[in-house]
């Protein structure tokens, strides 16, 4: 191989949007660390410089750099050693260049040179390795926070200000990459390395998305190679199974389309409801635990106890109002593709005798669809409602919260009744409108809870001005998407057509 | 009222009338009419993107054409009420409903919709063919899904029975076992059978009748046998290849100057009358080389 079949080694290997996202995020980050290194006044700027530039890196090789295995494992299979080791030079060129380039970005306007390098080495490197870790460690992804606070600790890590963090990281990042090493070279050397699972490497998972070209927000944000169904295939036995069959028959056509529905519509049994709240409810509470357990070696239980009081229920509150967010997104995906695939419910509820016709079973359906996430959502309402009401929080706060619940359910209704009724907006104007509504939802729930958090006081700003007339316009553009989408449904000879059909 | 079930009772099964559809600007049918008569096997022929799966989808209201009808039991396909669903099953091809269901749950749960539901039959095949009931449908392979998929069909006992492709995922067991059971719903219990294939043992072994789907036409229609007898190819030496009929199913130019037609009988069972001229020569076709003449 060339030099320049060398350099694009990376770039072929990864999906090109996840190429592109990771390219502009490393620019971004590195200007934006440029650019707080010039305006900010404080005397440790650089470090969170170097901090932002450093998660950057991480994504990049975490995402972007770690699908030169996928590469590798195909050249092994396919018994072409020259690609193989292109694919090993590629990441002995792009490892040093991504350090040094930043390094002497930020060098020049910060100096400390060898410990800016240390620490985006050991982002790199760390990013590299955690793709190359099994699936279930993956869930330190989501604890990063509490990881990022929790690993100085555990590992004594000195502070980049002190003078022997070089002499304290040179092992360390020599042994993320011996790491890397060793998981690349068994992940090569196994029988079977395409194989799905928990045990699997992380970066398995982004084999389905470096297939696809493009992406579509119906069928998943990454590729409907990853779509739920397929996810079914992947979990194991114990996380599975519970559904509640008994209420389905000929008289019951809620209860039986729900069953066909599945995913977040899926009526469950008593054990499957407790499997599906324990996948939730145990992680949140081994996070919470660590956390606890790490505040108060820090601070003392007293002081904890003052924290807890202070951020909790704010925590609470954000957690009750995303989550109703998440739950409207999870619930369109897995109805976008339900309607998206041709062999699999489609044609079998289409076909099926006893569910009605006409409108009657047109309301069913729709019945179906919006009970499971509405009620769920209903009841996170009710929770954030009475934490709100017991931290005293103001009214416009309150309202504010009261919008973004029924922002999501908003979005359950309208993007569910074009999904039924065939007649979704394209690609572009759905995702412009998620965005606008993630946004909008998000900035009403930080300013006004986050605003002064002692007292959770909303201020009288033009902020709220805007966010009200964010509001109304999504309001207006979710009642015209509803219209739109029960027009399209009425004039439908039976709702399980595709969409495009 | 009687008249009417009466008139649902004759209608042909399955009945397609001009249907046009077309993705994302390519025609994929163009005009297609195919009507199938009650007890016939019908295998559907054709290349992969023929149209064969899309025309399937239309004649059962699983899509909607942009122009033309389709009628199951009398009732147009769009509009199927429960007593013609009743009557009917479709497998897809690759089945991937209810992953969410084992095939036990799914049979269960599917079963409670038809009233001539066979439970017994749907036990016993599962059993018969090593299917583990409680695993989820997702983890099964490809080929044991589809052969759940194919009990589900059977099992609810249809008067009409669609399949598409469905051999394209068993093992040569599995295909001769399921063509054999078609066979014998239809001899014995008069099932009418559709099913798209681009296998032609598999039709020679079990179909009535057969449809050639090219480019989105239909460009035969005839039963098996008669393909044999009806068709045939036609070759003209160098000389000859002016006079080489207008009509013909497939026309290749060889390089010295030759060509060679596939020809059909006219309505008084003769070859067209080039086939007469000196030199010219008509062999005959098997099914397969029919295919692959007009396919190529």
Redesign the interface.
């Known amino acids: 191989m060339n030099a320049r079949a060398i350099l694009s080694v990376p770039w072929r290997a990864a999906r090109p949007s996840t190429a592109w996202l990771g390219v502009v995020l490393f620019a971004l980050g590195l200007f934006g660390a440029v650019a707080l290194g010039l305006f900010s006044q404080r005397p440790d700027k650089w470090i969170a410089c170097t901090m932002i530039v450093g998660f950057c890196e991480a994504f990049l090789w975490a995402f972007v750099m770690s699908c030169t295995v996928l590469l590798a494992i195909d050249a092994r299979q396919l018994r072409l050693p020259a690609l193989q080791q292109g694919v090993v030079r590629s990441l002995w060129i792009y490892g040093p260049l991504s350090v040094a380039l930043p390094t002497i970005a930020l060098g020049l306007f910060f100096g400390h040179f060898m410990v800016i390098a240390s620490m985006l080495g050991l982002f790199s490197a760390g990013g590299f390795l955690f793709a190359l870790l099994p699936r279930f460690l993956g869930v330190l992804f989501y604890m990063l926070p509490l990881t990022l606070n929790a690993l100085p600790a555990w590992f004594g890590m000195p502070s980049p200000k002190t003078p022997h963090f070089v002499s304290w990281s040179a092992p360390i990042l020599l042994g993320l990459i011996l790491a890397a090493a060793w998981c690349w070279r068994s992940l090569l050397r196994r029988e079977n390395p395409r194989a799905q699972g928990w045990s699997q490497p992380i970066v398995m998972q982004f084999r389905g998305c470096a297939r696809t070209t493009g992406w579509n927000p119906w069928t998943g944000f990454i590729g409907s190679d990853l779509d739920f169904t397929s996810q079914i295939r992947r979990w194991p036995d114990w996380m599975q199974g519970g559904a509640n069959l008994r209420d389905c028959g000929r008289s019951r056509p809620v209860p039986t389309l729900r069953v066909a529905l599945g995913g977040v519509f899926l009526p469950l049994t008593a054990l499957g409801w407790l499997r599906k709240v324990a996948l939730i409810v145990v992680p949140g509470i081994v996070f919470i635990v660590l956390a606890t357990f790490q505040q108060i070696l820090r601070h003392g239980f007293h002081a904890w106890l003052g924290i807890l009081q202070e951020g909790g229920l704010v925590v609470l509150v954000l957690c009750g109002a995303f989550g109703s967010m998440l739950l409207a997104l999870l619930s369109l995906t897995q109805l976008g593709q339900r309607w998206a695939r041709t062999n699999a419910e489609m044609p079998l509820l289409a076909l099926l005798p006893g569910l009605g016709d006409g409108m009657e079973l047109k309301r069913s359906l729709l019945r179906a669809i919006w009970q499971p996430t509405l009620r769920l959502q209903a009841v996170l309402l009710v929770a954030v409602l009475a934490i709100a009401w017991d931290m005293h929080m103001n009214m416009q706060a309150v309202i504010f919260l009261l919008l973004t619940q029924l922002g999501a359910a908003g979005f359950v209704i309208a993007f569910g009744l074009l999904v039924v009724g065939g007649c979704l907006p394209g690609r572009w104007p759905t995702t412009a409108m998620g965005i606008f509504g993630c946004i909008l939802i998000s900035v009403s729930l930080f300013v006004p809870t986050l605003g002064d958090p002692a007292t959770i006081r909303l201020s009288v700003t033009s902020l709220q001005a805007v966010l009200a007339a964010g509001w109304v316009v999504l309001a207006l553009m979710l009642l015209q998407l509803a219209r739109r989408g029960w027009l399209g449904l009425r004039q439908r000879a039976h709702p399980f057509l595709p969409i495009d059909g | 009222m009687n008249a009417v079930l009466r008139e649902t009772e004759c209608a042909a099964p399955l009945d397609a009338r001009g249907l046009t559809h077309c993705y994302e600007g390519s025609n994929v049918l163009c005009g297609v009419d195919l009507a199938l008569e009650p007890g016939s096997v019908l295998g559907l022929i054709g290349l992969n993107g023929a149209g064969k799966s899309t025309l399937i ?1 239309a004649m ?5 054409p942009l122009s033309g009808a389709a009628f199951v039991f009398g009732d ?1 396909a ?6 013609a ?2 009557r ?3 497998v ?11 095939a036990r ?1 799914m049979l ?3 079963g ?3 009233p001539r539901w066979d439970q017994s039959f749907a036990k016993k095949t599962l059993e018969r063919w090593q299917i583990p009931p409680n695993k ?1 449908l ?2 099964l392979s490809p080929g044991e899904r589809q052969r759940v998929d194919l009990i589900r069909a059977l099992a609810s006992q249809p008067d009409l029975l669609v399949l598409d492709e469905p051999a394209a995922a068993l093992d040569p067991v599995a295909r001769r076992e399921l063509l054999r059971e078609v066979a014998l719903r239809a001899g014995e219990s008069g099932t009418t059978v559709l099913f798209s294939t681009h296998i032609v043992s598999d039709l020679e072994r079990v179909a009535s009748e057969i449809a050639f789907l090219h480019q989105g036409k239909l460009l035969i229609r005839c039963s098996v046998d008669e393909t044999k007898e009806r068709y045939g190819r036609l070759w003209l030496p160098p000389r000859m290849s002016a006079a080489a009929p207008a009509q013909s199913l497939s026309r290749r130019f060889h390089q010295d100057g030759s060509v060679s037609l596939v020809v059909e009988r006219d309505a008084q069972g003769g070859w067209p009358e080039a086939a007469s001229l000196t030199g010219a020569r008509v062999d005959a076709l098997g099914l397969e080389d029919l295919f692959v003449e007009i396919a190529e």
Do not use: I, M, N
């Not at chain 2, 059962?60 to 909607?64: A, P, Q, R, V």
């Not at chain 2, 769009?78 to 007593?83: E, G, S, V, W, Y």
């Open positions: 989808r059962l209201g699983l899509l909607k147009p769009l509009k199927l009420t429960d007593a669903k009743e009917l099953a479709y897809p091809q690759q089945p991937e409903a209810l992953a969410w269901l084992s749950q269960d749960y599917v409670r919709f038809y989820l997702a983890k």
